[in-house]
Each structure stands twice: as structure tokens, then as C-alpha cells.
């Protein structure tokens, strides 16, 4: 593991625990990477400014991915690119979303945009990104500018169905993948996190066999495929996990410290 010169980490799931919070093992072993020559950065589903509560106490100096991809930012969230979802996409995907009964949110570079604040999972989305949403009374305006859309819903079969449709319908436009089972995200086809690897890779100059990647769920698959080394979580489905080389524990017993410790330092 001593090729390794770059560590990329899903965020839910996987760096935090299920209270979403860094654990303070987990910013020591950060800072370990650091001092060996390791660089460290984060991608996620999660907008950027929703991963700004991690840069100051993991000491982040490079280049941060939103959106799965959508979007990168300094770590001082200053934008570098954006990969909007394409205009003639977007509406299309957002009437799929409806038609299978999930409830649709838009996001927008730094805004967040929905029609009900009261429905499920909002108030845990706005304490994990720690900004509030924006309530409009129609998202269709939003649609032109759209960076991700985002199905929810508790009915997971619904989720499920509605992704088969979407990749079906609009995989030649869209990235769609569940970043947890009761969220489908849609991006720009190059917003995955697969494109996260190679993108960094070619910003940073770093070979990518010799980055290391390590995550929970299917959205992280795509970022496994292109790494040099690939850690899945413990907590992470068995389909998942038969996809990385290596399987630490899970979120709530130091998994992510644990795999540091173990397969790269």
C-alpha cells in the first residue's frame, strides 16, 4: 500500500457514523495520511457546501466533489466546474420522479430547492448539510439550471423502480444511482463517482492506480472499478462489498480509521 499518494472518501455512510459525525479517531488517522505524504479529499451525493463542516478539522487542501461529481470546489468552496444536468433531461426525469410517487428535490450549485419542507427525510438532510432548503411552490423553473435531482421516498421499491426507468429511459443524458436506499440521485452522465477518480487524477497528476478509494454503497462502485486500491465498508450491502478489494468494519465501529490504519498506512 505504500504507492498509495491519494485517499478518496464517500462521506454518509462511510467517514462519518450513523449520527453523522467525525469521530475523533478518525481525524487523527486523516492527519496520519498527511504526515505520511498522503493527500486526502471527500466526494459525495451531498451539495458541496453540505461537506464545509469537514475541511477545517481534517486539514482538506485539494479539490472537494459534490453532487457525485457535479460539481468541484476549493476547499474553501470556491467553484472550479459544474456539470449541469442537461435542459432537455432535466424536466423528463423530474416527471418520471413524480410518476412513481417519490417526492423531488432540486439541487442548484449552493441552493437546495423543494415544495414540501414537512416531507420525509428533510429535516435529516438539512441537519446533515447544515443549511436549509429553499421552499418554492414549483421546481420547474429550477429544472433549467439543475446541478442534481434528487427521488425520495420510504416506499424503497418505488426508488428502485424509478431508477430502473431512468437509466432505461435517460442513461445516455443521466447518471442515476441511489446514494442511500430512500434517495436517487440523477446527474450529468460524467457526474459519477467513477469521473470523480479521473477527474482528480488528471487535477492532481496522480496516477490513478496509485488512488485509493473507499465507500458504502452502489454509487461508490463506479469509483472502486477505476482505483488502484478499493475498501468497502462494513456496513455496505454484500454486493457492494464483492466489489472492493478489501472490506473494513462498519461506520459505527471506526471502519473508515480502521482502513486507513490497515491498507494504506
Not at 437546495?112 to 416531507?119: G, I, Q, V
Not at 424509478?162 to 436506499?181: C, H, L, M, N, W
Not at 477527474?199 to 472499478?225: C, H, W, Y
Request: aromatic share 6%; charged share 25%; hydrophobic share 45%.
Amino acid at each position: 500500500m505504500s504507492d498509495v499518494r491519494l485517499l478518496i472518501a464517500d462521506v454518509d455512510g462511510t467517514l462519518v457514523d450513523q449520527r453523522k459525525q467525525l469521530t475523533q479517531r478518525s481525524i487523527e488517522v486523516v492527519k496520519k495520511l498527511s504526515d505520511a505524504g498522503i493527500l486526502f479529499t471527500v466526494t459525495s451525493g451531498r451539495p458541496p457546501r453540505g461537506m464545509l463542516m469537514l475541511v477545517q478539522p481534517l486539514g482538506i487542501k485539494i479539490p472537494i466533489a459534490g453532487f457525485n461529481g457535479g460539481a468541484f470546489v476549493n476547499p474553501d468552496m470556491s467553484p472550479l466546474e459544474r456539470h449541469e444536468i442537461d435542459r432537455a433531461a432535466s424536466k423528463p426525469v423530474f416527471d418520471t420522479v413524480l410518476a412513481h410517487n417519490l417526492d423531488a428535490w432540486v439541487y442548484c450549485d449552493q441552493g437546495w430547492y423543494l415544495r414540501d419542507p414537512k416531507a420525509p427525510h428533510v429535516d435529516r438532510e438539512q441537519q446533515t448539510v447544515q443549511f436549509p432548503p429553499t421552499v418554492v411552490t414549483s421546481l420547474i423553473p429550477e429544472l433549467d439550471r439543475a446541478v442534481k435531482i434528487v427521488g425520495v421516498s420510504d416506499d424503497l421499491a418505488a426508488v428502485e423502480r424509478a431508477e430502473t426507468d431512468i437509466r432505461r429511459d435517460f442513461g445516455k443524458v443521466v447518471s442515476a444511482g441511489r446514494s442511500q436506499p430512500y434517495y436517487l440521485d440523477v446527474t450529468h452522465p460524467d457526474a459519477n463517482k467513477g469521473f470523480v477518480v479521473r477527474r482528480l487524477s488528471e487535477m492532481l497528476k496522480i496516477p490513478i492506480e496509485q488512488i485509493a478509494t473507499i465507500g458504502d454503497m452502489p454509487t461508490d462502485v463506479l469509483m472502486f472499478n477505476v482505483s488502484g486500491v478499493s475498501i468497502a465498508m462494513g456496513n455496505a450491502s454484500p454486493q457492494v462489498k464483492a466489489q472492493a478489494k478489501f472490506v473494513t468494519a462498519g461506520n459505527d465501529a471506526e471502519g473508515f480509521a480502521l482502513a486507513v490504519e490497515k491498507f494504506i498506512l
